[in-house]
């Protein structure tokens, strides 16, 4: 264990030097949650039946959740680069834990995020949203938050190690936008039909959306809702352990295997 925190750290450190000298894409990802935020929230605001500043405050967890599940496509993109330049092999002959190379992209992304969260919430007041909630289950959400973003992270490492193609990460990873869709991250699930509604409550994305929900006070549980959304908090737990549990494991196996 001391070992896999010694090598887990080095690779933590490389991941943070590698993502501070690319700050194009740091500014990228951090800007697009504002930018929706505001698109969202003025244009789609205004044509719904909750006011505009009761659709912000419905919003703003929404796409904190959305931005946490961005997870995917960033651990997907720079697994799959690594993999495709070489890097990945050169790091495997290195006499380091086989899950600290994987463990320390995820626990930077992770480091990344929360440093982001900053100017969204800041944002997120200046247009209406509040923490209704109090202090310590704001903290509650954001850590909830973070545990949703680690959890996602290694899903992307999976699937960025398995298909070692920069190009081919890029384009099955913007395919993952379609996730918050298909969830009650921008619009309540009850108004949906009754198969499409079924989805989106079975989706890992809207009960960690309505635990935030809940947690800061800005909406109260839906009745009669699939169980990870009417429990949101556990439900919201057991979904992140369960994703940890799949895709951590595989993820550190197809490191250690390669290309085979």
Same mark, same amino acid.
């Given at each position: 264990?001391?070992? !896999?925190?010694? =090598?887990?750290?080095?690779?933590?450190?490389?991941?943070?030097?590698?993502?501070?000298?690319?700050?194009?894409?740091?500014?990228?990802?951090?800007?697009?949650?504002?930018?929706?935020?505001?698109?969202?929230?003025?244009?789609?605001?205004?044509?719904?039946?909750?006011?505009?500043?009761?659709?912000?405050?419905? +919003?703003?967890?929404?796409?904190?959740?959305?931005?946490?599940?961005?997870?995917?496509?960033?651990?997907?993109?720079?697994?799959?680069? =690594? *993999?495709?330049?070489?890097?990945? =092999?050169? $790091?495997?002959?290195?006499?380091?834990?086989?899950? #600290?190379?994987?463990?320390?992209?995820?626990?930077?992304?992770?480091?990344?995020?929360?440093?982001?969260?900053?100017?969204?919430?800041?944002?997120?007041?200046?247009?209406?949203?509040?923490?209704?909630?109090?202090? $310590?289950? #704001?903290?509650?959400?954001?850590? +909830? +938050?973070? !545990?949703?973003?680690?959890?996602?992270?290694?899903?992307?490492?999976?699937?960025?190690?398995?298909?070692?193609?920069?190009?081919? #990460?890029?384009?099955?990873?913007?395919?993952?936008?379609?996730?918050? !869709?298909?969830?009650?991250?921008?619009?309540? *699930?009850?108004?949906?039909?009754?198969?499409?509604?079924?989805?989106?409550?079975?989706?890992?994305?809207?009960?960690?959306?309505? *635990? +935030?929900? =809940?947690?800061?006070?800005? *909406?109260?549980?839906?009745?009669?809702?699939?169980?990870?959304?009417?429990?949101?908090?556990?439900?919201?737990?057991?979904?992140?352990?369960? !994703?940890?549990?799949?895709?951590?494991?595989?993820?550190?196996?197809?490191?250690?295997?390669?290309?085979?």
């Amino acid at each position: 264990m001391s070992m !896999l925190a010694y =090598d887990g750290t080095a690779m933590l450190g490389r991941q943070l030097r590698r993502i501070r000298n690319n700050p194009g894409l740091l500014v990228l990802t951090q800007t697009m949650p504002i930018t929706m935020l505001l698109f969202f929230g003025y244009v789609f605001g205004s044509a719904l039946a909750m006011p505009g500043e009761e659709y912000r405050s419905f +919003l703003v967890p929404g796409l904190l959740v959305a931005t946490a599940a961005n997870g995917i496509m960033t651990g997907m993109f720079q697994a799959a680069q =690594d *993999a495709h330049r070489g890097v990945t =092999d050169r $790091l495997r002959t290195l006499p380091i834990s086989r899950a #600290a190379v994987p463990l320390g992209q995820s626990i930077a992304d992770v480091v990344v995020t929360a440093a982001g969260l900053a100017p969204f919430l800041l944002v997120g007041l200046a247009v209406g949203w509040r923490v209704e909630g109090s202090a $310590l289950r #704001a903290a509650g959400a954001l850590a +909830l +938050l973070l !545990l949703f973003r680690f959890a996602t992270t290694w899903i992307g490492v999976f699937l960025g190690l398995l298909t070692r193609n920069e190009e081919a #990460a890029g384009q099955l990873g913007g395919a993952t936008f379609v996730l918050p !869709l298909l969830s009650n991250a921008y619009i309540p *699930a009850e108004g949906l039909p009754g198969w499409l509604r079924t989805l989106a409550e079975w989706n890992p994305i809207s009960a960690v959306t309505t *635990a +935030l929900r =809940d947690l800061f006070g800005n *909406a109260p549980v839906p009745e009669g809702a699939a169980w990870p959304v009417a429990h949101p908090i556990a439900g919201s737990l057991l979904w992140c352990a369960l !994703l940890i549990a799949v895709f951590a494991p595989l993820a550190v196996r197809r490191y250690a295997r390669g290309e085979g």
